[in-house]
């Protein structure tokens, strides 16, 4: 072999172990092309999710045509875990009694399943979590057919605590993330690994180093305006972090559970959609009613979350308690949000050149499912209190 090609058989070797060793992003497979739609135990049930309202869940996701709209996880939160067994094996509690049989009943209905666990030795709720049982606890997973899992950070605090420097804390968690990343991968499963450590440590920039799917961006949200809408506002200038198969996750949905006005649901829908946001619905979807239904199920809500760019929208303008955010879709047109944080109703001008287009624009109002024809001039537009205006735009 002569200099030359020695050197470069030398070169291509130590590019390819350069590439095996480098992050991949997302679970390196085909999942979560798109922010994953669902529906998640937590903001409802909390610690009474059981075996039973599980399925009721799954039926219903079903029945509402909440399926059909695009939603397929159903995703079990904290307090399903059980003692272990002699072999180290999670064993599920007493109100799920056999988890193969759920995943099997919930994949009859063409749905997936999802599970919870955290890094720690303890999950938030203080039941079992997967510290030094993280391949174990994988291969159990895919036994029993799950697949998503939400890593929930709570218990590590512990060993994070005791380190000595806040970056030796946050080595402890990214390897734990790894670590589990590492495990989900092992078992062959095609598994959404969603990240819960309610967006420290700029999650967003190494999250999807850590094989993450999606990661929390902030604390737990509630069943109230000003939180929902404090998260969701917070999120302007993370877009550039997300994309298909990594998500920014500003947590799930409240809309159905009752603490907000309908102005103020759709506003939560109309934001997460123009932030490529995880949809996972939060409230009882067997006792839904069709208010609850038209929100999650709208059709042309859901196409601006589900876009196929994968681009998360941004703020580009506020003033005062008017904020503007728009979203690019792959058609070449605009989600266009005017939102009214103010409680009451305000009127306020929509100038389409500076939203990046020359007049006059094509618009639809998507909530009221009504086709507004061609605007030439600076659209005045009255939005209700913590309302919405929720635009697509074409030129
Ligand atoms: C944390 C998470 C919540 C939920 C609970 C469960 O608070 O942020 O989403 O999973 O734990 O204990």
Same mark, same amino acid.
């Given at each position: ?10 070169? =291509?070797?130590?590019? @390819? ?6 992050? +991949? ?120 057919? @799950? ?28 390897? +734990? ?13 095609? @598994? ?19 094989? +993450? ?63 490529? +946001? ?24 859901? =196409? ?70 061609? @605007? ?20």
């Amino acid at each position: 072999m002569s200099v030359s090609k020695a050197y470069l058989a030398c070169f =291509a070797l130590a590019a @390819i172990s350069f590439l095996s060793v480098q992050p +991949a992003v997302g679970q390196k497979n085909d999942l979560a092309a798109r922010p994953p739609m669902g529906w998640n135990s937590w903001n409802h049930f909390a610690q009474k999710v059981d075996d039973a309202s599980v399925r009721a869940q799954a039926e219903a996701m079903v029945s509402s045509g909440m399926r059909d709209a695009g939603y397929t996880y159903i995703n079990i939160d904290d307090t399903w875990e059980g003692e272990r067994d002699a072999k180290g094996n999670i064993q599920t509690n007493s109100k799920f009694p056999d988890m193969k049989a759920l995943a099997d009943f919930v994949h009859s209905k063409g749905l997936k399943l999802g599970i919870y666990s955290s890094p720690g030795a303890k999950t938030c709720a203080k039941y079992e979590g997967s510290l030094g049982h993280e391949l174990q606890d994988a291969r159990t997973y895919a036994a029993w057919g @799950i697949d998503y899992l939400k890593y929930d950070l709570c218990g590590l605090r512990t060993e994070m605590r005791a380190a000595p420097t806040p970056e030796a804390a946050n080595k402890i968690m990214v390897a +734990a993330y790894v670590k589990m990343r590492d495990a989900l991968r092992n078992t062959g499963r095609p @598994i959404v690994y969603s990240l819960c450590q309610y967006g420290e440590d700029a999650v967003w920039e190494w999250g999807p180093t850590v094989g +993450a799917n999606l990661w929390r961006t902030t604390g737990d949200i509630t069943d109230k305006y000003a939180k929902m809408a404090e998260i969701g506002f917070g999120q302007a200038g993370l877009g550039r972090f997300a994309g298909p198969g990594h998500w920014n996750d500003p947590d799930m949905l409240e809309v159905g559970n009752g603490g907000m006005s309908l102005n103020e649901y759709r506003t939560h829908m109309s934001l997460w959609a123009i932030l490529a +946001a995880p949809l996972l619905a939060g409230n009882d979807l067997s006792t839904m009613t069709p208010e609850t239904i038209a929100l999650l199920t709208n059709r042309d809500v859901i =196409a601006v979350d589900q876009d196929s760019l994968g681009k998360q929208g941004d703020r580009v303008s506020a003033e005062g308690p008017i904020e503007i955010w728009t979203r690019s879709l792959a058609d070449g047109s605009k989600a266009v949000g005017v939102f009214n944080r103010h409680p009451s109703a305000l009127t306020t001008r929509v100038d389409f050149s500076k939203l990046g287009f020359t007049r006059p624009v094509k618009a639809k109002d998507i909530w009221q499912s009504k086709d507004l024809g061609s @605007i030439g001039a600076p659209y005045t537009v009255t939005v209700p209190g913590h309302g919405v205006l929720f635009l697509r735009v074409s030129q």
